[in-house]
């Protein structure tokens, strides 16, 4: 990991990454996972509470989103998903 990004990981110290940075990550996953669990498990279902729980996370994480987008740990966000298959490799 280069050097200038190792204190927004590092545990010693508070985290540079914004709470709200930290849940529009975690709807991106959970979303991502249910998404895949959709198209790919034949078996899978979902209930409609499950449909509105998933909405309701969706529009809580733009709302997130809205907050951090222009923020340095935003942008590193981004470049990490983009990048991701390439340096998961590593």
Not at 1 to 13: A, G, R
Not at 78 to 89: D, P, V, Y
């Amino acid at each position: 990991m280069p050097d200038h990004l190792q204190p927004i990981f590092s545990e010693s110290q508070p985290s540079l990454i914004p709470v709200e940075l930290a849940m529009v990550g975690t709807a991106f996953i959970d979303l991502q996972e249910a998404r895949h669990q959709a198209d790919y498990n034949l078996n899978a279902t979902f209930s409609r509470q499950e449909a509105l729980t998933f909405i309701d996370q969706v529009k809580e994480a733009v709302q997130m989103w809205e907050r951090v987008k222009d923020t340095s740990a935003a942008d590193l966000f981004l470049i990490s998903l983009l990048a991701w298959k390439g340096i998961s490799r590593r």
